[in-house]
Nanobody, 116 residues
Framework: QVQLVESGGGLVQPGGSLRLSCAAS????????MNWVRQAPGKGLEWVST????????YYADSVKGRFTISRDNAKKTVYLQMNSLKPEDTAVYYC?????????WGQGTQVTVSS
C-alpha cells in the first residue's frame, strides 16, 4: 500500500532553516510528481511546491519562492523540502502529497513552528 512518511519538522527561530523529508513506499516513486502542501493554524491547505518525476521541473508558491528548495532522490524514494530564511508565517503542518492513479495520497504531516 502507498505510504508517505514525513519527518524533519520542529521549532526554529525566525531566519533559521529546516529540511523536511518524505519517505515513500508502495508505488513506483520515480514515475510520479511529488508535492508539499501546508496547513497553518486555523487556515486551509496551501500548496507549497511540486517536483516532477525526474526532478528537472520544480514549482513554488510565491510565498516561498527564493527561500524553499524542493528536491528528490529516486534511489532513496524520498522527496525533500529545504526551508531557509523561515518566517513566523511559515508555521504550519507540512504534508507530502502525491496523486497516484488519479487518487490523492497524504502523509501524516510534520509540524514546523517558527518562533522566537
Amino acid at each position: 500500500q502507498v505510504q508517505l512518511v514525513e519527518s524533519g519538522g520542529g521549532l526554529v527561530q525566525p531566519g533559521g532553516s529546516l529540511r523536511l523529508s518524505c519517505a515513500a513506499s508502495g508505488f513506483t516513486f520515480s514515475t510520479y510528481s511529488m508535492n508539499w502542501v501546508r496547513q497553518a493554524p486555523g487556515k486551509g491547505l496551501e500548496w507549497v511546491s511540486t517536483i516532477n518525476n525526474d526532478g528537472v521541473n520544480r514549482y513554488y508558491a510565491d510565498s516561498v519562492k527564493g527561500r524553499f528548495t524542493i528536491s528528490r532522490d529516486n534511489a532513496k524514494k524520498t522527496v525533500y523540502l529545504q526551508m531557509n530564511s523561515l518566517k513566523p508565517e511559515d508555521t504550519a503542518v507540512y504534508y507530502c502529497n502525491a496523486d497516484i492513479n488519479f487518487r490523492p495520497y497524504w502523509g501524516q504531516g510534520t509540524q514546523v513552528t517558527v518562533s522566537s
